[in-house]
């Protein structure tokens, strides 16, 4: 079984759930998810099965959600699993919602939630704060490329936004610092991913309708649809060669980087070419 699943997680399951799952249903070990979503978030988690988990490096990593913000409160998570930490009963308008929003776009310094899975020292920051231990936390630049308002309840002081952005955006973050930034506090109540490099929401598979191999292959894709790169369909001499991990000089002129190499439209290696001369990283054959 070789290729990738678009599946659909849902709410209170984590990612390593899903790959346990499937794990079972396919009885195949080689299976890995290509992004983390928190138990209380559900939406696009694409998973790899197979040698196609060597092929996680080579797939797009942006991200994108839809988040629902509370303000008037925020948590020790940024979310609503967390304890209650500060109140305000000060309420915003939507003129001044989008305001503050302006901060949030493009290049930003984040720092991550002390509940996360980074590692500091090699131990990951919610072992700290479980502990009640203090660490210092470093902020980490990060990519928002979109930021809008999809809707916004004045009364209920709730705002949903959609949020495109780079690997490792924390949206719980977001949700904290906007409440901050609007001196009313805020957390993160819902959190949806709808993009995840290629994969969509609206193509994604549930995992109840995953529980047998038979469906697993039904809804497997094949990787050559998510492998964005210049493709280089190989001739019989030159399948030889790669087949070997032998390098090649291409009949055709290439732009420098990424390759993906082919024979009769079916994935043979993913290559790199540089001066000319396609060198293979990984052999599919």
């Given at each position: 079984m070789f290729g990738f699943l678009n599946v659909y997680k849902p709410k209170g399951k984590t990612s390593h759930d899903v790959v346990a799952i499937l794990r079972r249903v396919t009885k195949i070990k080689q299976i890995g998810h290509t992004g983390t979503l928190d138990p209380f978030a559900e939406g696009v988690l694409p998973v790899c099965i197979g040698k196609a988990t060597r092929l996680i490096e080579y797939l797009k990593n942006d991200k994108a959600y839809v988040g629902t913000v509370q303000l008037g409160?925020?948590?020790t998570t940024y979310d609503i699993e967390g304890e209650g930490v500060n109140i305000s009963d000060k309420k915003v308008t939507l003129e001044e919602v989008e305001a503050a929003l302006d901060s949030f776009r493009g290049d930003i310094e984040q720092l991550p939630p002390i509940y996360s899975a980074i590692k500091v020292n090699g131990?990951?920051?919610?072992?700290?704060?479980?502990?009640?231990?203090?660490?210092?936390i470093e902020p980490r630049r990060v990519n928002i490329s979109e930021l809008k308002i999809l809707s916004y309840n004045e009364r209920k002081r709730q705002l949903e936004l959609y949020i495109a952005c780079s690997k490792g955006t924390y949206i719980r973050s977001i949700a904290n610092d906007l409440g901050e930034k609007l001196g009313t506090f805020g957390h993160l109540?819902?959190?949806?991913?709808?993009?995840?490099?290629?994969?969509?929401?609206?193509?994604?598979v549930k995992l109840e309708d995953l529980e047998t191999v038979e469906q697993v292959n039904q809804n497997l894709i094949y990787p050559l649809e998510y492998l964005d790169y210049p493709k280089y369909e190989l001739s019989e001499e030159e399948f030889e060669k790669v087949s070997h991990g032998n390098p090649i000089e291409p009949q055709k002129t290439f732009p420098e980087g990424t390759?993906?190499?082919?024979?009769?439209?079916?994935l043979s290696a993913v290559a790199k070419n540089a001066n000319g001369?396609?060198?293979c990283e990984k052999v599919f054959i």
């Amino acid at each position: 079984m070789f290729g990738f699943l678009n599946v659909y997680k849902p709410k209170g399951k984590t990612s390593h759930d899903v790959v346990a799952i499937l794990r079972r249903v396919t009885k195949i070990k080689q299976i890995g998810h290509t992004g983390t979503l928190d138990p209380f978030a559900e939406g696009v988690l694409p998973v790899c099965i197979g040698k196609a988990t060597r092929l996680i490096e080579y797939l797009k990593n942006d991200k994108a959600y839809v988040g629902t913000v509370q303000l008037g409160k925020s948590t020790t998570t940024y979310d609503i699993e967390g304890e209650g930490v500060n109140i305000s009963d000060k309420k915003v308008t939507l003129e001044e919602v989008e305001a503050a929003l302006d901060s949030f776009r493009g290049d930003i310094e984040q720092l991550p939630p002390i509940y996360s899975a980074i590692k500091v020292n090699g131990k990951k920051l919610y072992e700290y704060a479980r502990k009640g231990e203090e660490v210092k936390i470093e902020p980490r630049r990060v990519n928002i490329s979109e930021l809008k308002i999809l809707s916004y309840n004045e009364r209920k002081r709730q705002l949903e936004l959609y949020i495109a952005c780079s690997k490792g955006t924390y949206i719980r973050s977001i949700a904290n610092d906007l409440g901050e930034k609007l001196g009313t506090f805020g957390h993160l109540i819902k959190l949806v991913r709808v993009h995840a490099g290629d994969f969509v929401v609206n193509e994604s598979v549930k995992l109840e309708d995953l529980e047998t191999v038979e469906q697993v292959n039904q809804n497997l894709i094949y990787p050559l649809e998510y492998l964005d790169y210049p493709k280089y369909e190989l001739s019989e001499e030159e399948f030889e060669k790669v087949s070997h991990g032998n390098p090649i000089e291409p009949q055709k002129t290439f732009p420098e980087g990424t390759i993906i190499l082919t024979k009769n439209g079916q994935l043979s290696a993913v290559a790199k070419n540089a001066n000319g001369t396609i060198k293979c990283e990984k052999v599919f054959i």
